[in-house]
């Protein structure tokens, strides 16, 4: 599967700030996808980047409090703007498989889990 | 509106047995469902998936069921071991493009 790893791995904010996080992939795809895992909850589509064009966001999330960069094959950050401590979660990016990989599955990076106070 | 369910939050299974892990869907558009496995601290790993043409799909200790009518594919791990010990998503792919939408998650825990 495709390496892929995000920065920060982990981070404590204090609400009204912002955060950036970066993902990178060792080789070049496509599209990216943005997820968010709430505690105890399961993992929501944020939106999907594709290099090149603007990402495509699903319902209830919107660009100015997610903003998404991406501008290679193999980058793309996403920033939590403006946090309140309902922000709270794990921050995953995924890649759809490529190569010798089914583009029907998607590959995940580590994640980033941010508190906010 | 959950249109992919995981109604077990937890299962918890002997060494050496079968684990059965459920998961229930609702929209007939969806063509490719995966399973993915997640530990503690660390990003989802995809396991096994199948195509909605399939009814069944196997790897290793992994077989993933598919029963289109019933809207409910299964995933059965035998002989469970205790790295198995994980939470498990379910995730569907529908009709617009790589979207997967992901169950609630089963913990499952195997007792050595």
Known sequence: SAVISQKPSRDICQRGTSLTIQCQVDSQVTMMFWYRQQPGQSLTLIATANQGSEATYESGFVIDKFPISRPNLTFSTLTVSNMSPEDSSIYLCSVEGHGDLSYNEQFFGPGTRLTVL | ?112
């Open chain 2, 1 to 112: 509106d959950q249109q992919v369910k995981q109604n077990s939050p937890s299962l918890s299974v002997q060494e050496g047995r079968i684990s059965i892990l459920n998961c229930d869907y609702t929209n007939s558009m969806f063509d490719y469902f995966l399973w993915y496995k997640k530990y503690p601290a660390e990003g989802p790993t995809f396991l096994i998936s199948i195509s909605s043409i399939k009814d069944k799909n196997e790897d290793g200790r992994f077989t993933v069921f598919l029963n289109k009518s019933a809207k409910h594919l299964s995933l059965h791990i035998v002989p469970s071991q205790p790295g198995d010990s994980a939470v498990y998503f379910c995730a569907a792919r529908g009709e617009y493009g790589n979207k997967l939408v992901f169950g609630a998650g089963t913990i499952l825990r195997v007792k050595s």
